[in-house]
């Protein structure tokens, strides 16, 4: 079928085009996308700066309706609203076993590759050229097929804009605090960074039970808006020193620090900022291609710990649904996030959007 996509052809360069879709294969679902998620990720990947290489449809974050099933799919049937998860693990290797289904080691011949789980993609350009699908998913687009793994159900009374930021943004950092830290209840925490994955992960402080929940940023209005989804003190860090000034707040530095930024300056200060016996958990990755250089006497005579999260330690059966019942009990405020809709045509405005501040969360 012929559908409208964010296709990349090569780096640097983004088009909305029409595209082929093949039908769903064997354990594949079609779905109707209805909202797709703007991630920093997909603007990595439009630069080349991530794994997954053009040509390619892009978007991972998603949630839709199934239209239609492959042969053996027997956990959907069509009409089904549905979650896109990009992370399906193999649940069998090694990695999965020990619990980590978010690093499976089938993602890279998958996901990372920009195909489906046969390693073929049903992506083609109308002549028939070969286009990825960017982490087996392609959600910038009219419909997307993914494996029958690569869907969760979308429960009654979720907006298809909320489903589509649950499965990355949300879980990246409600997940770092809940899998990933395992923050305690009664503890301190700051949250570095409060675009789309710090305000959530601000939230999963408040899930947590946090005393203390200190956001950092570099606006006065991202600020404001973090104290309304639970931060109880801010810091602008062009107006004072992030690390001086929360080892000031909380005797000698939080128990938790969160780190959505993820540049070399800022791992830096999240580990020097976090008290004795203290946790700098990473879940940003402005700074993948680069090298921070940290302090192992900050690490060592302090009993610190630096742990990297991705996508949250997600083990996605388990915790969308769950993500799904926290917003649905008011525990998430998840509809803040979504600060901007736009069409599909509109997807160079939100990533120029996205990379000046100014959405927490922009959804197609
Ligand atoms: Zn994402
Ligand atoms: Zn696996």
Redesign the pocket.
Known sequence: MKIRAAYVPETNKLLVETLELDAPKAGELLVRIRAAGVCHSDLHTLRGELRTQPPLVLGHEGAGVVEAVGPGVTRFQPGDRVVINWLP?????P??QRGY?NI????FSTTFAGVMLDGTSRLHTTDGGFVKQYLSAATMAEYAVVPEDGAIPLLDGVPFDVGAIIGCAVITGVGAVLNTAKVKEGSTAAVIGCGGIGLSAIQGCVVAGCTDIIAVDVLDEKLAFARELGATDTINATKEDPVKALKERTNGGPNYVFDSVGSTRTIVQALDAAGPAGVATIMGLHGALEHASISPASLIFQNKSLLGSFAGTVKPLRDLPMLQRLYLSGRLQLDKLITKHYPLDGIAQAFEDMEAGKVARGVL
């Open positions: 693990g193999c649940h069998v290797c990695t999965c289904e499976c080691e089938r993602l």
